[in-house]
């Protein structure tokens, strides 16, 4: 099962802040980094979450996280052309696959992932999205597909909105933009974990 407050940040400075106020899942989703920073910045993410007790996911990164010996790697559709699955399950780590359409949701099943993020559920302003919002009767037909393995819902969630996704049927809520720019990320992480762990 997965904690169902699923914040993401995008360095180990923001990992610390965030597992600090509690949250016990928490995908490290680094952009332009070299890989020597990369490297530093996945161990050390991975040293927090364990002196935590809390679960890592590296987003995309997989040999980096298979080095570092992570919990989790998440992948979108464009990185499981490069990735390798049989390493990834060869050195014991789940894997999170994204999905936008059902020929997405297909492939991702056909790989027996962990757990299935659909997205973006709402309009998103993290990034421009080919995919238009997909409300949220798409997660009760997704989690019926889907069966046992966890689904996680992405794409302009605010606390109110995730709770209005775990009661369509997710089991986790993805947060990107509600944490990171909010004026006191601490205490907006605490009214997450209070409001998905309610739901």
């Not at 040999?63 to 050195?91: F, M, N, S, T």
């Not at 309009?123 to 997704?142: H, S, V």
């Amino acid at each position: 099962m997965l904690d169902p407050f699923y914040p993401i940040v995008d360095d180990a400075a923001w990992v610390a802040r965030i597992v600090g106020a509690g949250a016990k899942l928490i995908q490290l989703r680094a952009k332009d980094m070299d890989e020597a920073r990369l490297r530093a910045e996945i161990a050390r993410a991975r040293d927090i979450c364990a002196k935590a007790g809390s679960q890592l996911v590296v987003n995309d990164y997989w040999r980096l996280a298979i080095e570092a010996g992570c919990d989790y790697v998440h992948l979108g559709q464009g990185d499981l052309d490069e990735a390798d699955v049989p390493a990834i399950r060869g050195a014991g780590m789940k894997l999170g696959i994204s999905t936008h359409d059902r020929a997405e949701l297909d492939r991702a099943l056909s790989l027996d992932p962990d757990y299935v993020a659909l997205g973006p559920i709402y309009p998103t302003i993290l990034k421009q999205m080919p995919w238009a919002p997909q409300g949220l009767d798409r997660i009760g037909e997704w989690k019926r597909l889907i069966g046992a393995r966890p689904l996680v819902a992405i794409g302009g969630l605010t606390v109110e909105r995730a709770r209005a996704c775990l009661k369509a049927g997710a089991d986790s809520a993805a947060v990107v933009t509600d944490i990171t720019r909010n004026a006191d990320p601490e205490t907006r992480t605490r009214e997450w974990i209070a409001a998905t762990r309610a739901a």
